[in-house]
């Protein structure tokens, strides 16, 4: 009881009676003929770039998992989120579509037929979403949707309409509201500018809700970040298409918000080109950065450099990236997420992500799969992460698929900088429940060849405390006592030595996308007196 009681209290009344109302009411799908074509007035620039996902008529490949159609749209020994994949028919607008329109064709002939208003997993809200916009971006590509289609895709929408996701909100309610605007768009007459209004409302109010000053998304998860980031260019595209059909005040706010997001995605990105693993966040799922990049010079917005600075602090979000030539140091010193909105989050506080000459070192574990089975909950815990792990407990209670009972905050975060080095040192209290309220303390000092990190735990009671290094699996570990060596891709050698703790070299598993996992090395350094502490060293 006390684990859900502390899961419920922050939540919105509106996510409450939300749920009750989501699961109690089903809307009957309206099945009047489509509304009219509203008339474009130019054709979109090309959509952020993706690799193809369909690789014969009837067969996938979604999350590193291929499958087929042979056993139907909604089979249920079929992960839900590979069925949500199959739903959302994105592979309409990746890489080389016009080679396989064909086949598009009759992957959307055979959805309308098989897909009855209103049933299966297909006409849930985010599919649902997702899909309606990828229909009408592949008209706008030049393709041409049959009647019977732009019937299917009238009753789609309206179906959305009546079913939007305030029991979720964020993320959701945002694609939700996206998929409104678009169809309001593409579509005409008094229905259309009904879905059209009610969308850009969510919108407005959305935009100002989720990005943050610093323009991450409040989630805090760089893969949705990248994903919202890549909407708000998708309804820019659009409304650019359409004339003055969006008010000039909306165009303007996306523009401001996409500048701001280009940047944060900036500062999280790794020099290999990838995003960095905090809170829900997995490679081959968004747009990579470069692609993002194009899709806005595409759409002749200014370019976004990455950040030069030795220190970028997002103070909203809770990231700072500490930066030279060779080394990229990214720390989360942030809350894991909104209180009301913790689903993607991980027990991941005061952990950090390394890369030294353009390669990953240290990394957090990543995620692979959804649900709420032993991977799910491994991948979220505080032990799948850098950081420290104080009596086999979590961070943050994270439990069940998307569920986090008493969260971490940090505190007493302080940054110094001068010639020599930059040294950071944060405190988070999500161990206070334990006997004798124990708190979390961590110091990373940085100069130009050197990486030093301290940990202590503060507190009455008994504790055993464990800090966690997971490095990348192409780098070798070399283990000789208290010390030993990192073994870089590229050859290069990183010493390093434990000046405090007891040293154990264990096995890990790294997840940088859906459905992969990958073996590697983790230092585990259990902290002596209650402090360890690690130099690493490099030439």
């Given amino acids: 009881m006390t684990r859900l009681y502390h899961t419920i209290r922050h939540l919105r009344p509106v996510q409450v009676y939300g749920r009750i109302w989501f699961r109690l009411y089903r809307p009957r799908p309206d099945l009047k003929p489509a509304p009219k074509l509203r008339s474009a007035v130019s054709s979109p620039v090309a959509w952020a770039a993706r690799p193809p996902l369909m690789h014969a008529p009837e067969t996938f490949s979604f999350l590193n998992q291929e499958g087929n159609l042979e056993t139907g749209w909604d089979d249920s020994n079929i992960a839900k989120l590979w069925r949500y994949n199959l739903h959302y028919f994105d592979d309409l607008n990746t890489l080389a579509s016009s080679e396989r329109v064909d086949w598009h064709r009759a992957l959307l002939e055979r959805w309308v037929a098989e897909n009855p208003p209103g049933q299966g997993s297909g006409w849930e809200p985010y599919p649902l979403s997702l899909r309606i916009v990828n229909w009408i971006k592949w008209q706008g590509a030049g393709n041409q949707l049959e009647p019977s289609w732009l019937q299917s895709l009238a009753i789609q929408v309206r179906y959305l309409a009546a079913r939007l996701e305030y029991h979720l909100l964020g993320n959701h309610l945002f694609v939700n509201a996206k998929a409104l605007v678009v169809a309001g768009l593409f579509f005409q007459g008094r229905e259309a500018e009904r879905w059209l209004a009610k969308g850009l409302a969510i919108l407005t109010r959305e935009c100002k809700e989720q990005i943050l000053a610093d323009g991450g998304h409040f989630e805090r998860s760089p893969m949705y970040h990248a994903l919202i980031l890549e909407d708000l260019l998708d309804l820019l595209n659009f409304a650019r298409c359409y004339g003055s059909a969006i008010p000039a005040a909306n165009l303007e706010q996306w523009e401001e918000i996409v500048g701001r997001m280009r940047r944060w995605l900036a500062v999280m990105t790794h020099p290999d080109g990838g ?185 009455a009671g008994q504790y055993v405390a464990v800090a966690r290094y997971h490095f990348h699996p192409s780098i070798k570990v070399a283990l000789n006592g208290n010390s030993g060596q990192l073994i870089m891709p590229e050859q290069q050698v990183v010493e390093w030595r434990v000046l405090t703790g007891n040293v154990r070299l264990v096995s890990s598993s790294y997840h940088p996308e859906f459905g992969l996992s990958l073996p590697c090395r983790c230092l585990e350094v259990q902290l002596v007196r209650r402090q360890a502490d690690i130099l690493f060293t490099w030439g």
């Avoid at 032990?383 to 792990?389: F, G, L, N, P, Q």
């Fill in 275 to 459: 995003i960095s693993f905090f809170n829900d966040a997995a490679g081959a799922i968004a747009a990579t950065r470069q692609a993002i990049e194009s899709y806005a010079a595409r759409l002749g917005l200014e370019a976004c450099t990455a950040e030069e600075t030795r220190v970028t602090v997002l103070p909203q979000s809770g990231y700072i990236r500490m930066a030279d030539n060779h080394s990229t140091i990214l720390l989360d010193v942030g809350p894991i997420g909104p209180d009301y909105l913790p689903g993607h989050a991980h027990a991941d506080t005061l952990s950090f992500e390394w890369s030294l000459f353009g390669s990953r070192v240290v990394v957090n574990c990543g995620t692979s799969c959804y649900g709420t089975g032993a991977k799910r909950i491994r991948q979220r815990s505080t032990s799948a992460h850098s950081t420290v792990e104080i009596n086999g407990k979590d961070s943050s209670e994270v439990w069940g698929g998307f569920r986090v009972a008493r969260r971490a905050y940090p505190f007493d975060l302080s940054l110094e900088e001068n010639a020599e080095e930059v040294r950071l040192s944060c405190a988070h209290d999500g161990y206070m429940r334990l006997p004798g309220s124990a708190v979390h303390w961590r110091q990373l000092r940085f100069a130009g060849q050197s990486l030093r990190i301290a940990d202590r735990v503060v507190g």
